[in-house]
């Protein structure tokens, strides 16, 4: 049987997120991984959520996402500008001028989450 891939809008991700907890996750951005451990806590503070693994002093924020994906073990959290626009090229170019250092690290990025 074949699963199917889950859609979620990102105000969703603490719904998927704890369905997860206590569960080893590889957070992995740009084919490297960013972030390992067991998945223990989270809290959201505004428009983010500070994600804490077991035995890690740092908490992970992650802004709110503009689309999740779920399929398996496999959460996607889409930050990519297109998806935000519906590929509306004008206003992606327009975004693109933001400076690297004022945006988050995952602007304009696909961060997956492993989970298992």
Do not use: C
Request: without cysteine.
């Amino acid at each position: 049987m074949e699963s199917k891939i889950q859609e979620y809008d990102g105000h969703d991700l603490w719904r998927v997120l704890s369905k997860h907890f206590l569960k080893n996750m590889n957070v992995v951005l740009n084919g490297k991984i960013y972030r390992s451990g067991i998945f223990q806590n989270y809290k959201t503070v505004s428009d983010q959520y500070r994600l804490k693994f077991k035995g890690d002093v740092k908490v992970m924020v992650l802004p709110v996402p503009f689309e999740i994906l779920e399929h398996d073990n496999l959460l996607l959290l889409d930050y990519r500008t297109k998806t935000l626009f519906h590929h509306d090229k004008k206003l992606i170019n327009t975004l693109k001028k933001v400076k690297k250092n004022d945006a988050s690290v995952f602007f304009d990025q696909l961060l997956e989450i492993k989970i298992g």
